[in-house]
């Protein structure tokens, strides 16, 4: 099953980067540095935040639908990140290390199934989650915060 993963666009995060913290306490933002990794996984880029570096953590609304699985957590950016990643038959290196939830919503934004995996075996559920033709797109959630990780979407031949 060919899959794609996707990180969030920047452009609703931009105007965040450079802030003063009272200015992103308006936006009920805050800027961490980073000081471990891994620790602050980036959804833009997919990727770990460096040591060091500016990440800000922001309220995210990842599940938008008009229905009872709206959803919105807190999730961490790189500040100043630009380009969103995607990834086709590819999980990114920031999975690996975390357990992670896969909730996998059809057309109609309604939960059909979910799961927990080691992200370094996820690949064997997202074919079977993909592998049901109700399946829509899955939702990646980081298991033990509950954050929301990626989109994963299934990519047509």
Known sequence: MTFRISGLDPKPFRHLYGMSEQELAHHNAIRAIADAKPGFPDRIELREVEPGAAALLVNYTHQPAATPYRASHAIFIREG?????????????????????????????????????????????????LGNRHVSYIHAHYAKHGCFAARIDRVEI
């Open 81 to 129: 990140a630009e380009t969103a990643v995607t990834l086709i038959d590819t999980v990114p290196e920031v999975f690996r290390p975390r357990m992670l939830s896969l909730r996998a919503f059809d057309s109609r934004d309604m939960l059909i199934d979910a799961d927990i995996v080691d992200g370094g075996e996820v690949e064997p559920l997202i074919d079977r989650l």
